[in-house]
């Protein structure tokens, strides 16, 4: 069989490039492999070979969808790749909205397959999970040497037309999709085995699992700004100065609730952020950047709002399990409505 | 975050810049803001400037609470 040519996307960070100071990195292609490229080459063995890698900083991308994707698709055309792979961007969020962004616009605009991969509470997973075949990490890149032979066995699948198998055999996050095959026990039987298995209190497997909406509705609008009593709530990180808390720069264990009564106006002084998953220089130079506490205390006192709660609330959103997160929700929850709170600003960087 | 908080009936808006993301966690009413490193400031603009744009968008997004939404809404 012919040998595949593959092209790569990473972020900056995995290409040398930089870490959050450079997450504003334009798109470039560099003949050849990159960082974790080595990984992917070794498991492809003679099969592939990745001839070009893209590279992108993760805030560009994010913030320039349109334009990054257009750049990135006219960088791989002249390389005629089989095959596209992006990542895999593990934990990381907007690394891995730009790894399903970019594979999905290769697959429906350039007409080449791609693979991916991310740890199932990334955010890109959610987002392109129906459309691109993701495979599934843990969140760091320790998992790297157990996760490029899960990509490089579906990247030579993919570039050969051959037939994908299932999720679980392929380590791949289900896509929601339905596949007939010939049973071989007609559905009234198999109904009536898994009735009894549940009346046994035994494991069944659904045949048709419903699917989860994880939504919440929303609530009513409050009526009278001049009457209410408004909270700032941040997944952006910003502390006071110093971090008296110690919350974590990247998967936060815990949230802070801080006094802004004495502050007017927040400086370089007083408050800073935490989160190490952005370029931390333009709030920590103004916080008011993430949290805008300036314009809210003047818009209380020229009456537009009720009041301003004294207190704000704040974690770092980078790479915090879902499970911790909603567990901080819920207490803040509390909190809110024992002080009257009547509508939240939430921010995120 | 978002929807733990909604969940109670307190309505939120949630000001961020990278809205794909912010329909997937489920916010209902969803501010575009500058830039990740700077959601509500602008630092290649005088201070004066950036409060200035960081006033319009705070004014957007309480104006959103004031809004009945049926779904996730964006308010450009």
């Not at chain 1, 798109?27 to 992917?40: D, N, S, V, W």
């Not at chain 1, 616009?105 to 007409?111: D, G, Y």
């Not at chain 1, 506490?293 to 006192?301: G, I, P, T």
Request: hydrophobic share 35%; with cysteine.
């Amino acid at each position: 069989m012919k040998k595949l040519r593959v092209v790569h996307y990473i972020n900056q960070f995995y290409a040398g490039i930089g870490g959050e100071e450079k997450a504003d990195y334009p798109p470039e292609i560099r003949e050849g492999l990159i960082g974790p490229g080595q990984a992917l080459q070794a498991a492809f063995k003679e099969e592939a070979e990745i001839v070009a890698t893209v590279i992108c900083g993760d805030s560009y991308y994010n913030e320039n969808m349109e334009e990054s994707k257009s750049q990135i698709l006219e960088m791989i055309r002249p390389y005629q790749p089989d095959i596209f792979v992006a990542g895999p961007a593990f934990n990381a969020g907007r690394y891995g909205v730009a790894c399903g962004d970019i594979t999905s616009h290769v697959q429906n605009e350039l007409h080449i397959p791609g693979v991916t991969g991310m740890y199932v509470e990334n955010p890109g997973v959610d987002l392109y999970k129906k459309e691109v075949y993701i495979i599934e990490t843990k969140n760091s890149a320790a998992d790297m040497r157990k996760a490029a032979p899960k990509m490089a066995k579906l990247v030579i699948k993919l570039g050969h037309h051959q037939e994908v198998g299932s999720p679980e055999e392929e380590h791949y996050i289900k896509r929601g999709l339905r596949k007939n095959y010939f049973a071989d026990k007609r559905g009234s039987e198999r109904a009536v085995d898994m009735l009894l298995a549940k009346l046994r209190k035994e494991k069944f497997d659904t045949e048709y699992p419903m699917p989860s909406f994880d939504r919440v509705s929303p609530s009513p609008a409050i009526k009278d700004l001049s009457q209410s009593k408004i909270a700032i709530v941040t997944s952006g990180g910003i502390v006071p100065k110093g971090n008296p808390d110690h919350i974590e720069s990247s998967s936060a264990s815990k949230y802070g609730t801080y006094d802004i009564s004495q502050f007017d106006d927040l400086t370089d002084q007083d408050h800073e952020t935490a989160h190490g998953g952005y370029d931390p220089v333009f709030a920590n130079e103004d916080s008011d950047r993430v949290i805008p506490v300036d314009v809210l205390k003047e818009m209380e006192k020229e009456g537009m709002i009720g009041s301003l709660h004294p207190y704000f609330y704040t974690t770092t959103g980078n790479g915090t399990a879902v499970a911790n997160a909603k567990a901080f929700a819920t207490e803040i929850a509390i909190d809110l409505k024992n002080h009257g709170v009547d509508a939240v600003i939430l921010t995120s960087t | 975050m978002v929807k733990e908080i909604e969940k109670t009936g307190i309505p939120v808006v949630h000001m961020c810049t990278i809205v794909p993301i912010s329909k997937t966690v489920g916010a209902n009413r969803i501010v575009p803001t500058v830039a990740i490193p700077h959601p509500l400031g602008n630092p290649s603009l005088t201070m004066a400037e950036e409060k200035e744009i960081r006033r319009n968008l705070v004014l957007k997004a309480l104006e959103a609470l004031t809004i009945e939404v049926e779904g996730q809404t964006v308010f450009e």
